[in-house]
């Protein structure tokens, strides 16, 4: 199983501010690396898939990057609305597999 | 307008039997690529099988022998046969499209095992 490190697993930002989150796999996974974003309650949203193509009416201010075992997501001006859980996966392998997630809090 | 309105999730005791339901709108079952993934409560996500249109299944190890994938065409539904349940099964289960990412979610159904 391929293993799937965010860090760090909190990140304290203040809005407009350009946040950075990471994710480690402990195998090369290519490019087939997405990210989601989960609200409380809510099903999480996909915002990337391979490494860095955002998805259907994504913000541009969510960029994606890295390729066999590093991967960033990067949000560049953060809103109120972005201060919430993010995931990263694997879909190189199967069984595919999620990072334990980066939760992204107003400081 | 693309939707999926899932059902049946309950509480159940271990080593019972259960069956969730995803209905789908907007698209056809038999011909799209669909996939369940789970999150226990408080706990990140874990993909548990894939569907391919022409009906290959991948499942998790965890789960193999245990739960089963059906669709039902006429419905335009796609079924979770979920048996000898444990614990460990507990979560919220989504089922979404795609078969490598997920990029359309389910609102899910919690399922809860426990004695």
């Known amino acids: 199983e391929i293993v799937m490190t965010q860090s760090p697993v909190t990140l304290s930002m203040s809005p407009g501010e350009r946040a950075t989150l990471s994710c480690r796999a402990s195998q090369s996974v290519g490019s087939d690396l997405a990210w989601y974003q989960q609200k409380p309650g809510q099903a999480p949203r996909l915002l990337i898939y391979?490494?860095?193509t955002r998805a259907t009416g994504v913000p541009a201010r969510f960029s994606g990057s890295g390729s066999g075992t590093e991967f960033t997501l990067t949000i560049s001006s953060l809103l109120s609305d972005d201060f919430t859980l993010y995931y990263c996966q694997q879909y190189n392998k199967w069984e595919y597999t999620f990072g334990q997630g980066t939760k992204l809090e107003i400081k | 307008e693309v939707q999926v309105v899932q059902s049946g999730g309950d509480l159940v005791q271990p080593g019972e039997s259960l069956t969730l339901s995803c209905a789908a709108s907007g698209f056809a079952v038999i011909s799209d690529y669909l996939s369940w993934v789970r999150q226990a409560p408080g706990k990140g996500l874990e993909w548990v099988l894939v569907?391919?249109?022409?009906?290959?299944?991948y499942y998790r190890d965890s789960v193999k022998g245990r739960f089963t994938i059906s669709r039902d065409n006429s419905k335009n539904t796609l079924y979770l046969h979920m048996n000898n349940l444990r614990p460990e099964d507990t979560a919220v289960y989504y089922c979404?499209?795609?078969?490598?990412?997920?990029?359309?979610w389910g609102q899910g159904t919690l399922v809860t095992v426990s004695s």
């Open positions: 979404v499209r795609g078969y490598n990412y997920a990029y359309f």
């Open positions: 569907i391919y249109h022409g009906g290959n299944t």
């Open positions: 391979g490494a860095s």
